[in-house]
């Protein structure tokens, strides 16, 4: 009978030994257990240099009290708190597993049969569950892939802080002007937003005139808006069913709303031009780059969140790190649905959907791909999820061979690399 290579290569063998850490905010709290069970006190250690030298002394005596040459620390990523500890053992060559907070949740009660849960006792699920093997190995970012990292994740926070400013822009509009958004195509375009800074009464904005707020959108807009939109707005102004009393404390708070969107709006400007220059470091961006309607802000993000693709053995791996692998509930003759699983990242995954969503719409090879499973009967959301998993694989094939963009074979019907048996059925 054969085993579960994989699997086996993971578990702690005879001459090793696990420490699980569970990760607090102040302090963290280490479980050491070897392969045959066997647990030691656990130890509480700061979150500081301090704490960090402690945890490399429990090791040695770990080491000498189990009689083992080889001592491997399991950590839950748990929020930012991990990180530096993380990076602190990785620079001292220590060996890193990580195993996921859903895992511990589940384990939890196979420990002691009991929902209870405090810091110790996950430390040692931790343990046990990297001496079984269902920890993986910590893929972090480092050097311009680290760079990458941080940026996107601050570029998703500014672009949230726009969303929210604009629909706290539009909730007061809502009160003060509600019929002005529908003039305006782009609801934070210059023309809006210059017309707000002068006003947003609607008896004001009549008194204003066409002429006036005409040269006002000809200048905010370059040209795009005039007289035509400016009568629109001056004859609406005057029928406008918006409220007429505290008009002067709403017109602050657009005003004050404009400024925080405009200096959101500078940041995310510069988070981007920052991401353009670091991923000019990239080793072979010029390949990667050959996508075509794959831009480099996009480029950037999603490398930004897989690492060095190089550091993967295969593009299943990205794939089930975006969490677009699939899993399916069956038993007896009930068969179940194929769905993606959503774990992993889902940033990664919400950048993945809009690559794809703009290869679709450039009629690459891509769209050709999505064509053909539509055609097929596929649902949109099924076929646009096939072209999220097929972009993986190509990147991941672009990057190992070292070879540019070949829309033609991108469009073939043999899908790319695809080992999993589960996705071929969705992707042919």
Known sequence: MKGNKTENRRRVNISEASIGIDIGKYRHVAVAQNWDWQRLKPVIFDNNIVGFNSLLVTKEKVKEYFGVTNIRFALEPTGQYWLALAEWLEMRNEEVRIVQPAHTHKAKELEDNSPN????????VIADLDRQGKSL?????????????????CRQGLVQEVNREKNRL????????PELIKLFKNHIGKGLIGLLKETACPDKIAGLGEEVIGGLLRRKSKGKLGAVRAGLIVQTARISIGVKEGQRVLE?????IIDRLEFVRHQLKEVERNMKAVLKGVPNIEILLSIPAIGEISLAAILGEIGDIQHYNSAEEIIKLAGLNLYEISSGQHQGVRRISKRGRPLLRQILYMASLRLIKAKSGFYVFYQRLTTK????????????CKLVRVLFTMARNKQKYD????GQKNPVNCKSKGVKLVLN
């Open 137 to 153: 190995r910590l893929i972090r970012p480092g050097g311009v892939f680290a760079e990458l990292r941080h940026l996107t994740a």
């Open 170 to 177: 539009h909730g007061v509009l809502d009160i003060l002007f």
């Open 117 to 124: 849960k405090h810091d110790i006792k996950d430390g040692g």
């Open 377 to 388: 009967g596929k649902h949109k959301i099924q076929a646009i999820v096939a072209v999220m």
């Open 407 to 410: 829309d033609n074979k991108v």
């Open 252 to 256: 602050m708070e657009i005003k004050q």
